[in-house]
């Protein structure tokens, strides 16, 4: 599984990522390839973290705050353009995820942004992800929690049990699907591509 990996992950650097090089004086390079949702206080030092840097030595250029935020910057002006450039979205949840006014704004902004999300349920079970109301947010804004989280429930995820759960495994397993994901984004946007350009030489 890990050649795998690198065989895909190498693949996929070679047809999307390195023509971009090229390109950096005269494009704007988006943010990230993958956004990682997660909280931090669970996660940061373990599953955000390691998954972070598994992918980041796979060539591939994922985007978790501690990393890619320096003091100084401003959450939403770093946040939310990495997460409409991204496209690939990993949403890790766990016990205290659903208490982050972050979190879940990260997460509905992927939904909306009809990104394609990979849940992780870290420490926890689909069934128990709920928006509470702690009279902080309008009843708009936990309509659109409530709605990104029902859409992640009916997202095949991964689930990993950080007591007694094979770490090495499980990042290779998470590796992988990362991988696969982006190189399906990458064909169907080649495939609407060369359909745009047949309609377009239809059309003259």
Same mark, same amino acid.
């Given at each position: 599984?890990?050649?795998?990996?690198?065989?895909?992950?190498?693949?996929?650097? +070679?047809? *999307?990522?390195?023509? +971009?090089?090229?390109?950096?004086?005269?494009?704007? #390079?988006?943010?990230?390839?993958?956004?990682?949702?997660? +909280?931090? #206080?669970?996660?940061?030092?373990?599953?955000? $973290?390691?998954?972070?840097?598994?992918?980041?030595?796979? @060539?591939?250029?994922?985007?978790?705050?501690?990393?890619?935020? /320096?003091? $100084?910057?401003?959450?939403?002006?770093?946040?939310?353009?990495?997460?409409?450039?991204?496209?690939? @979205? *990993?949403?890790?949840?766990?016990?205290?995820?659903?208490?982050?006014?972050?979190?879940?704004?990260?997460?509905?902004?992927?939904?909306?942004?009809?990104?394609?999300?990979?849940?992780?349920?870290?420490?926890? /079970?689909?069934?128990?992800? =709920?928006?509470?109301?702690?009279?902080?947010?309008?009843? /708009? =804004?936990? =309509?659109?929690?409530?709605?990104?989280?029902?859409?992640?429930?009916?997202? *095949?995820?991964? &689930?990993?049990?950080?007591?007694?759960?094979?770490?090495?495994?499980?990042?290779? &397993?998470?590796?992988?699907?990362?991988?696969?994901?982006?190189?399906?984004?990458?064909?169907?946007?080649?495939?609407? /591509?060369?359909?745009?350009?047949?309609?377009?030489? =239809?059309?003259?």
């Amino acid at each position: 599984m890990q050649k795998r990996c690198f065989s895909s992950a190498n693949n996929l650097c +070679r047809k *999307v990522l390195q023509p +971009r090089t090229s390109l950096i004086q005269a494009t704007t #390079i988006p943010p990230c390839d993958i956004f990682i949702n997660h +909280r931090g #206080i669970d996660t940061k030092r373990t599953i955000a $973290g390691l998954l972070h840097d598994h992918i980041f030595r796979m @060539g591939l250029r994922p985007f978790l705050d501690s990393r890619n935020m /320096k003091p $100084g910057d401003r959450l939403f002006e770093k946040i939310n353009p990495a997460i409409w450039n991204c496209k690939l @979205g *990993v949403a890790i949840f766990s016990p205290n995820y659903c208490n982050s006014y972050f979190c879940l704004h990260e997460l509905a902004l992927l939904m909306e942004s009809k990104k394609r999300v990979i849940p992780i349920f870290c420490d926890m /079970k689909p069934s128990q992800l =709920q928006v509470m109301d702690y009279g902080t947010s309008s009843t /708009k =804004q936990l =309509q659109r929690f409530r709605w990104a989280l029902e859409e992640a429930k009916y997202t *095949v995820g991964l &689930t990993f049990d950080t007591l007694t759960g094979d770490w090495s495994d499980f990042l290779n &397993t998470a590796t992988d699907a990362v991988i696969k994901n982006l190189v399906e984004l990458e064909a169907e946007n080649s495939s609407k /591509k060369s359909t745009y350009i047949v309609q377009d030489r =239809q059309s003259e």
